[in-house]
């Protein structure tokens, strides 16, 4: 009986320490998965700090040229083209000679209204002295009154064919005149639309020869909404507006414009109303119907926040922004965007100096959240992100090393700068 005790008391001891021993474990395990559940830190953001600045207000409208007077060469009377004095394409002045249609036919047809005249001259003459002879015939019964009334009216028929020839005489004399064609305005001439030889004006169609449009000045027409239209007219009564031309090519033409015309209706189905500007082209560098921008300039806006584009975001509400208000916590604010200036956003109504609008790590917040701010342009540890401009350590090192048959960075060779970079 002794015996057996003695075997069974080491087996138990054993059993106890195994039960321990895994009870410690345990219990390690539990400590461990307590301290893997810790909060993580707020997310960093990068912010930009709102800038104010005087801002030009400008309004950019798509808009095309026209000439100010474009005249259709044609031709009045009937006969074969003889002359084409111009060059296709060249400029003219006014009073120089364009076209010559052949004149033999209507100096025969002057030459024949004057014989005309002439003969009528002399039956009025004849008449009227007739009716001279014949009054104091009929006066004393020597004639009947009879003969002396056709004699009279022989006079007033002559006198009538003479005012008829005068009147066909001046007719032909136009007609010859309209022979020779003259450039009625000083402007540069198009292409011939009839050559030489070929019979233009027949059937009395005045047919068209050639066109001359005027080059300086030129109009300018576009189409600004209205309620832009509300701003153009209140700041034209305090000044009067310069209206650039931007190029197709971005560059500016030199001569800025002045708007000349207002149309007073507006476009119902675009809510548009048509203006004018009219500017100088002393080199004749624009032509009639280029596409250009017109560009207003109404007035500088001071103290105006500005901040990058990325930072704006939109929804139901409309444009927004975020914030790092009080305590670093994520503020939504509602804003009025304006235009672009200087690669940023004009923000109307909104914001205010000094506040830190966030424009990375957007897609990590939310309204509320507590967040880590950063200035654009610096890494999580305070430094300045390198740029093209700042080439690494490691570029540095095999520069040194003669290692110079590396590709540059991607970023350079797209033209990529960080925000920091662009905006200083």
């Known amino acids: 009986m002794a015996v057996s005790l003695r075997i069974r008391k080491p087996t138990t001891v054993i059993f106890l320490a195994a039960f321990a021993f895994l009870a410690g474990f345990a219990l390690s395990g539990c400590k461990k998965e307590k301290k893997q559940a810790y909060t993580p830190p707020p997310p960093t953001v990068s912010v930009e700090e709102v800038v104010l600045q005087t801002v030009p207000v400008h ?13 259709d060469i044609r031709a009045r009377v009937e006969g074969f083209l003889e002359e084409r ?5 060249a400029d ?25 005249l002439a003969k009528d001259k002399a039956a009025l003459s ?5 009716v001279k002879r014949y009054k104091p015939l009929a006066e004393q019964d020597f004639v009947t009154q009879e003969s ?32 020779t064609m003259y450039s009625p305005l000083n402007g540069r001439i198009g292409r011939t639309l009839v050559n030489v030889g070929n019979l233009v004006g027949a059937g009395g169609q005045d047919t068209k020869l050639a066109t001359i449009v005027q080059l300086d000045p030129l109009y300018v027409y576009f189409s600004p909404s209205e309620k832009d239209l509300r701003l153009i007219m209140k700041y034209r009564q305090e000044t009067d507006m310069p209206v650039d031309i931007i190029l197709s090519d971005g560059t500016k033409h030199p001569y800025p414009g002045k708007v000349d015309f207002i149309d007073n209706t507006a476009d119902p189905k675009a809510n548009t109303i048509n203006m004018r500007v009219v500017i100088s082209n002393p ?3 624009l032509l009639p119907g280029i596409y ?20 704006i975001g939109e929804d139901q509400t409309g444009s927004y922004v975020y914030l790092v208000g009080k305590g670093s916590k994520v503020e939504k604010r509602i804003v009025e965007v304006g235009f672009v200036y200087k690669h940023q956003k004009i923000i109307w109504k909104g914001l205010k100096a000094g506040e830190k609008v966030i424009v990375g790590g957007l897609q990590m917040i939310r ?27 490691k570029e540095t090192a095999s520069k040194n090393s003669g290692e110079s048959g590396k590709k540059p960075r991607p970023e350079a060779e797209k033209g990529k700068t960080e925000p920091s970079q662009a905006k200083r």
Do not use: W
């Open 283 to 285: 080199q004749k560098t």
């Open 367 to 393: 309204p509320g959240m507590a967040v880590q701010p950063k200035a654009a342009g610096e890494d999580p540890s305070g430094n300045h992100k390198e740029t093209p401009s700042s080439p690494s350590a």
């Open 148 to 179: 002396l009334d056709d004699y009279v009216t022989q006079a007033r028929e002559a006198a009538a064919a003479v005012k008829s020839d005068l009147a066909q005489i001046k007719q032909n004399r136009l007609n010859l005149g309209y022979c």
């Open 126 to 130: 004849f008449a009227n002295d007739q």
């Open 59 to 71: 309004l950019k409208y798509v808009a095309t040229t026209d000439s100010i007077k474009t005249v």
């Open 92 to 116: 003219v002045n006014k009073g120089d000679i364009i076209f010559v249609i052949e004149k033999a036919p209507y100096e025969a047809q002057l030459e024949m209204s004057l014989a005309q």
């Open 85 to 89: 004095r111009f060059v296709e394409g």
């Open 292 to 311: 250009v921008q017109a560009d207003l300039f109404l007035c500088d806006v001071p103290d105006t926040p500005l901040i990058s584009e990325k930072a």
